[in-house]
């Protein structure tokens, strides 16, 4: 009669485990390419384990597929205003990133990163082919935007937010009724370009919000002075 197999030789490990184990064995290479598809799909997203193939392909550069790592820096778009996009082009040759879809999304970032949307959305539109090849794509870029303005205003011109976001018209009119009933946002009276958009307050469009570092100082530290002063 023979030996049973030990059961835990038969378990099957997550991506994000075979990661943790041991990410630079090339044998995971295909789980990951797999992985970086079911991202994708599932619109979900791993930066560890899209960080670990794109190290895998530097030391194996022939298995290399740039269809893959153009999804990987699609999805790192995605994240902003997180740094992943800089974190995955860093590991990708400069040789692959002088192909005219890469040097692509190396300008979106670059728009993105500076907030110039109307040009980032003018780019976009000439590149379809590759960003919606990723589900989301558009409305994560969205959320990015707002989190900008929300950085900088109080209240937005609406044509200024239109413009960032890509939504026009009657589309745009059915944004705001959303995101005043479920994001604190005010719609102010007017038509048009004239309307104004109240955003929620938060620390960076209202400094007064934001604690000053004396606010925090522990009373022990402060009656600790005194002793040195006298």
């Not at 799909?41 to 893959?68: G, K, V």
């Not at 935007?145 to 976001?165: D, G, M």
């Not at 994001?183 to 007064?208: A, D, T």
């Amino acid at each position: 009669m023979g030996r049973e197999t030990p059961k835990q030789q038969q378990v099957s490990y997550t991506v994000e485990q075979l990661v943790a184990v041991n990410p630079y064995n090339p044998d995971i290479l295909p789980d990951l390419e797999n992985y970086v598809n079911e991202q994708v799909s599932s619109q979900t997203y791993s930066l560890d384990a899209n960080l670990c193939l794109l190290r895998l392909y530097q030391f194996e550069p022939e298995r290399m597929s740039t269809q893959i790592v153009a999804r990987i820096l699609v999805k790192a778009l995605m994240a902003m205003p997180a740094p992943d996009f800089s974190l995955c082009l860093f590991l990708i040759p400069e040789r692959v990133q002088m192909e005219e879809q890469f040097k692509t999304l190396i300008v979106l970032s670059h728009y993105l990163e500076t907030g110039r949307f109307r040009q980032f959305w003018d780019e976009a539109a000439k590149s379809r082919h590759i960003v919606e090849a990723v589900p989301g794509f558009e409305q994560a870029i969205q959320t990015y935007a707002i989190h900008v303005l929300s950085l900088t205003y109080q209240k937005i011109p609406r044509p200024v937010l239109a413009e960032a976001i890509n939504i026009e018209g009657l589309s745009l009119d059915k944004f705001l009724e959303h995101q005043a009933a479920n994001s604190g946002w005010i719609l102010e009276k007017g038509h048009g370009r004239g309307q104004l958009i109240v955003l929620p307050r938060n620390e960076f469009n209202h400094p007064e919000l934001k604690k000053s570092a004396a606010d925090t100082v522990p009373l022990e530290h402060i009656t600790r002075i005194f002793p040195i002063l006298g």
